[in-house]
Structures are given as C-alpha cells and as structure tokens.
C-alpha cells in the first residue's frame, strides 16, 4: 500500500476506538486519522484531537461543538467541529476516508455506520448492534455498494480468518459444516444462581480476561454478547442459526471455530487484546504488527470446553429465538437489551431482570418483516417504550 489511508473513529474515545488509535500511531506511514468522534467525554476527545490532528472531530451537541472548536482553536488546530447524527454520518461517509472503524455503543452507532456502508467505505465493524438491528438491510446495502466489511468482533474476526476468501459463495458451498463461537463466560460462570440477585454493576463489569466498555462488559456477564454475535455471525457469514454453536471457553485463547465437512476444524488463537483483530482488519489482506505479545501456550497451559447453561444465561436462549423469528425481533432484543442494561448500571434493576425485561417486551410484540429501515426503528422505539414501562411499574411497586 504506497497511498497513506486516511481512518475515521466513530466512538473514539471508547475502549476499541482507543485500541484503534494504538495500532494507528504505530504506522503513521500506513494511516492518518481522518475524523473522531466522542459523545459524553469531551476532555478525552480534546487530548485525542491534539494527539492526531484529524480533519474533523463529532461531538452531541452544538453547544459541546461551540467549547471543544475554541479549545482545538486556542491550541493552534485547524480541526472542524461537527455535532450530532448528521456529523457522524459526514465523517463516515466522507470521499475522503478509506476505512471507518464503528466503534460507538449500541443502536446509536447504526445510521453513522450505514452511511459508511452506503458510501462504498472499507467498514471496520465492532458496532454489533447495528448489524444485529438492520442484518438483511445492512448486508444488502454492503453488496450494492461494493464496501468492504471487516468484523471486529474478535470471534467474528477468528471466523473470517478460517474461512476462504470465497465464503460468500455459501457455507454449504465451501464445505463448512458448522460455526463455532467461544464464550468466555463471564465473570458469573460458577457464581450460584441464587446469588446473581445481589451482584453488583461493579462485578459485573470485572470481566475475567477483556477490559471492555460497561455495556458490552455487562453483556458478556449475562452472555446477551453471545447472543448478539449469534445474530452477528448469521449475517456475516450468511449461516442459519442452527449452524452456529456456543462452546465455553474460559481462557480467551481461541477466538473462535470454523468445522469443515472433511473432519478439519481450523481456530484462531492469540492473547485476548482487541488490538489484534483491529490491526488484522486495518491491515487486511496484509498483516501489521499490533502491539501485543506472542501467545505463550506453555503459560496458558491448558483450554477447557463447556456447553453454555441456558437456565443460567436466559439471555442467549432469547437472542436464539429472535435469530430465529427474524423480522424485527433481533431490533427488539437490542433495545429491550440497552434499556435493561442502563437501568442494571444505574442499579435500578437486578441481574437476573435484565432478562425478564427482555423476555416480557419480545412476548408483548408481534414480529414484523423489515423491508426498510423504517420498521426496524420502530421496533427500536416501541421494545424501549416497552421496556420503560416496565421500569417504571416496577418502581411503583417498589
Ligand atoms: P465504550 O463504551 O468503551 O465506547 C463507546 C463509544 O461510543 C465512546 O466513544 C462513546 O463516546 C460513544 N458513544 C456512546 N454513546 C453514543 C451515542 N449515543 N452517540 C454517539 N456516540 C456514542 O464501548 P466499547 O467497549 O469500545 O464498544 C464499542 C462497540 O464495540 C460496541 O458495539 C461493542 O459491542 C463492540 N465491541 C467491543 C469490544 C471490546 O473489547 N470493547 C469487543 C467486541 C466488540
Ligand atoms: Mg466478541
């Protein structure tokens, strides 16, 4: 590659928009920072605009726009300050950007991150939800404008590098019996079940082997990660749910599984630091170094294997079935599931209700076909709706 490519970061200031950043700085040859985003952190952003002088920088609002431009132009940067949705999608879909890592949280991250599959961009993709939300419309979108789509999830990114570069041919096609995602578990794998009513968002979000943000930490403790890249996996690799299998792993070491239909199984493997898919979907189909230390199996020592308990972990049971209704269910899982965890992180709820939330919204509210956009947010809006009231009847019961 002689051309330096120019990256936006879409949630920069999060933990993979912070990795992004890491392996970005060991090639400047290689990348420039083009644009970042930050939402609630404005300080964190300014420190990050100093460091890599983008183009542009995307905060919420106008007024936090007006403060960080005065802050970047005291400083001597002739950085823009752009503000909301529409910035986002205007660094995401800019000519000049190469590749958009979508790093933002949640259902938030979905139109900023379709503007950059719209615009033909190469998409570094770690905002599950938004695929999770709009799959068929998503996918759809990447094959009509030619955007390259690299998962960042680090399962996802396992599985891409197992497969052959003729996938999209059809799993049947290339003889693939069967994906496998590894799990670690979370932090409440052994914890007795009565006791996940007491746990705190604290220990939550103690995950054994990933340092994440809070909302995907709390996901992986209630395996609703699991589920989501269940759905994940589905669209990116065109695999029916049945063909996608959860195997506990405690170790972090494998990422996950490709089974082929001649016995072969491949895996990828390496220390659990997302630096690593980063750097390999950055770089594809070239390899860069990233910053991490070669895996040490004689320090690992061994790999465990468990089947995932689905009375433990309700949630992937439930991401399951929406995977399987198709529609808007996954829409409704998501935001049933954002709703539930903010209102766990703010201690409004307990653990175990996050899935009962979840369950009670996705009983109350018929699936519809998605044919556009309209219909997914939606059933955005009516699953939060939903899951309000359910907080809220909880409160005046408390
Ligand atoms: P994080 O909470 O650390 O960072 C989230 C980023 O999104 C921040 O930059 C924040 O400013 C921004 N943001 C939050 N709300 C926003 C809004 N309403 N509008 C615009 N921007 C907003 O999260 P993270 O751990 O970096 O995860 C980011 C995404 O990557 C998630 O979808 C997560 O599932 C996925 N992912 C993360 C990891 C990991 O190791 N952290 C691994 C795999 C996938
Ligand atoms: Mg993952």
Redesign the pocket.
Same mark, same amino acid.
């Given at each position: 590659m002689s051309q330096v490519q120019q990256i936006t970061v879409?949630?920069?200031?999060?933990?993979?928009?912070?990795?992004t950043l890491d392996v970005i700085a060991r090639h400047p040859a290689r990348y420039r920072v083009f644009a970042l985003?930050?939402?609630?952190?404005l300080a964190e952003?300014e420190a990050l605009c100093l460091v890599h002088r983008p183009r542009f920088a @995307?905060v919420?609002d106008a007024r936090s726009a007006t403060e960080l431009q005065a802050r970047l132009g005291a400083a001597g940067l002739r950085t823009r300050v752009l503000f909301g949705?529409a910035g986002?999608c205007e660094v995401a879909a800019h000519p000049e950007v190469d590749a958009v890592m979508?790093?933002? @949280?949640?259902a938030?991250?979905l139109t900023?991150t379709l503007a950059a599959v719209e615009a033909g961009k190469k998409v570094l993709l770690?905002?599950?939800?938004?695929l999770v939300m709009s799959g068929a419309l998503f996918m759809r979108a990447v094959r009509q404008s030619g955007a390259v789509l690299l998962p960042?999830?680090?399962e996802h990114n396992a599985i891409f590098q197992c497969l052959p570069g003729d996938y999209a041919r059809g799993l049947q096609q290339v003889g693939v019996r069967r994906v496998l995602l590894t799990a670690s578990g979370g932090p409440f794998r052994e914890t007795p079940l009565e006791a996940l009513y007491e746990v705190t968002p604290e220990q939550a979000c103690a995950h054994p082997n990933?340092?994440?943000?809070?909302?995907?930490?709390v996901?992986s403790a209630s395996m609703m990660?699991k589920g989501?890249e269940l759905i994940e996996a589905c669209w990116l690799f065109d695999a029916r749910p049945e063909q996608v299998e959860v195997v506990i792993h405690p170790q972090s070491v494998i990422h996950s599984l490709v089974d082929y239909v001649d016995g072969s199984v491949l895996a990828q493997l390496g220390n659990p630091d997302?630096r690593t898919?980063i750097s390999h979907a950055l770089a594809w189909p070239q390899r860069i170094d990233s910053g991490v230390a070669p895996l040490d199996l004689l320090a690992v020592g061994r790999l465990d294997f468990q089947a995932p308990d689905e009375v433990r972990f309700p949630c992937l049971r439930l991401a399951r079935q929406a995977a399987e209704a198709g529609g808007t269910a996954p829409a409704m899982l998501n935001a049933a599931n954002e709703v539930a965890v903010a209102a766990f992180l703010e201690r409004r709820i307990r653990f175990p209700d996050i899935a009962r939330i979840i369950e009670g919204v996705l009983e109350a509210e018929p699936v519809s076909p998605v044919d556009s956009l309209e219909p997914v947010l939606e059933a955005d809006r009516r699953a939060r709706d939903l899951a309000g009231q359910w907080l809220n009847r909880r409160g005046e019961v408390a």
């Amino acid at each position: 590659m002689s051309q330096v490519q120019q990256i936006t970061v879409l949630g920069a200031t999060g933990s993979i928009g912070l990795s992004t950043l890491d392996v970005i700085a060991r090639h400047p040859a290689r990348y420039r920072v083009f644009a970042l985003s930050g939402f609630s952190r404005l300080a964190e952003l300014e420190a990050l605009c100093l460091v890599h002088r983008p183009r542009f920088a @995307v905060v919420a609002d106008a007024r936090s726009a007006t403060e960080l431009q005065a802050r970047l132009g005291a400083a001597g940067l002739r950085t823009r300050v752009l503000f909301g949705e529409a910035g986002l999608c205007e660094v995401a879909a800019h000519p000049e950007v190469d590749a958009v890592m979508a790093a933002i @949280v949640g259902a938030a991250g979905l139109t900023p991150t379709l503007a950059a599959v719209e615009a033909g961009k190469k998409v570094l993709l770690a905002n599950k939800e938004a695929l999770v939300m709009s799959g068929a419309l998503f996918m759809r979108a990447v094959r009509q404008s030619g955007a390259v789509l690299l998962p960042i999830d680090s399962e996802h990114n396992a599985i891409f590098q197992c497969l052959p570069g003729d996938y999209a041919r059809g799993l049947q096609q290339v003889g693939v019996r069967r994906v496998l995602l590894t799990a670690s578990g979370g932090p409440f794998r052994e914890t007795p079940l009565e006791a996940l009513y007491e746990v705190t968002p604290e220990q939550a979000c103690a995950h054994p082997n990933w340092s994440m943000g809070r909302k995907i930490s709390v996901d992986s403790a209630s395996m609703m990660n699991k589920g989501l890249e269940l759905i994940e996996a589905c669209w990116l690799f065109d695999a029916r749910p049945e063909q996608v299998e959860v195997v506990i792993h405690p170790q972090s070491v494998i990422h996950s599984l490709v089974d082929y239909v001649d016995g072969s199984v491949l895996a990828q493997l390496g220390n659990p630091d997302m630096r690593t898919p980063i750097s390999h979907a950055l770089a594809w189909p070239q390899r860069i170094d990233s910053g991490v230390a070669p895996l040490d199996l004689l320090a690992v020592g061994r790999l465990d294997f468990q089947a995932p308990d689905e009375v433990r972990f309700p949630c992937l049971r439930l991401a399951r079935q929406a995977a399987e209704a198709g529609g808007t269910a996954p829409a409704m899982l998501n935001a049933a599931n954002e709703v539930a965890v903010a209102a766990f992180l703010e201690r409004r709820i307990r653990f175990p209700d996050i899935a009962r939330i979840i369950e009670g919204v996705l009983e109350a509210e018929p699936v519809s076909p998605v044919d556009s956009l309209e219909p997914v947010l939606e059933a955005d809006r009516r699953a939060r709706d939903l899951a309000g009231q359910w907080l809220n009847r909880r409160g005046e019961v408390a």
